[in-house]
C-alpha cells in the first residue's frame, strides 16, 4: 500500500512539528529554568521537604530576600536552598539573645522566618560579606545549616544555580509573595 503525497506530507508536518516542539523545552529547560526539589525543612514556613520549585537561571543581580539554589560544596555534601540576607559589602551582625539579624545597621523584618533566630553558629559578629559573594539563612533559622556556619559560609555567586520563583503546584511566585509580606 503507497501513502499519498499529501498524507507523507502531513506526517512530515507533524513530525517536525513535534521534533521542534520537544528541541524548544529543551532549550528552555537548559538555559532558561530548572528544576529542583527542596531535601529538609530549613526552609519552613516557607518551603517544604518534597517541594518542587522552578528556577530562572543565573542571570539576575541577586538580591536580598531571594530564595536560591547553591551548587557550592559545603559541609552537607548537597545543594542547598536558603534565602539571601545579604550581599557582598554589607555587614551582618547576629543576636540570638534577643532574636535579631542585623544588616547595615538595620533590624531585619522577616515575617517568613519559623521563629527568631536563636544560633549565631560559629562565625564572628559583626562580620562583612566579601565580594562576589552572599550570606544565606534558611527560613527555619535554628533548623537550618547556613551561612552562619563555616562548613558553609559565604556563598560565592557563581555557585548559585538560579532563584526559586515558583512552587510546582502554587497560585503564586515566591518572590512576589515575599515583596508582599515586606511592603
Known sequence: MQMSE??????????SIFLNAILAVTLIFTFAFKISVVNGSSMENT??????LLLTAKDWDVAYGDIVVISQPNGYGEVLIKRVIATEGQSIYI?????????????LNEPYIAEAVRTAGDMQYPITVPKGCVFVMGDNRNHSGDSRLKEVGFIDTRYIVGEAVYRMGD??????SMEKENA
Not at 499529501?6 to 513530525?15: G, H, L, S, W
Not at 543576636?95 to 533590624?107: I, K
Not at 497560585?171 to 512576589?176: G, N, P, S, V, Y
Request: hydrophobic letters at 35%.
Open 47 to 52: 518551603l517544604s521537604h518534597g517541594d518542587r
Open 171 to 176: 497560585t503564586h511566585l515566591l518572590k512576589f
Open 6 to 15: 499529501k498524507t507523507v506530507k502531513t506526517v512530515y508536518d507533524f513530525a
Open 95 to 107: 543576636d540570638p539573645n534577643r532574636g535579631h539579624v542585623v544588616v547595615d545597621g538595620q533590624l
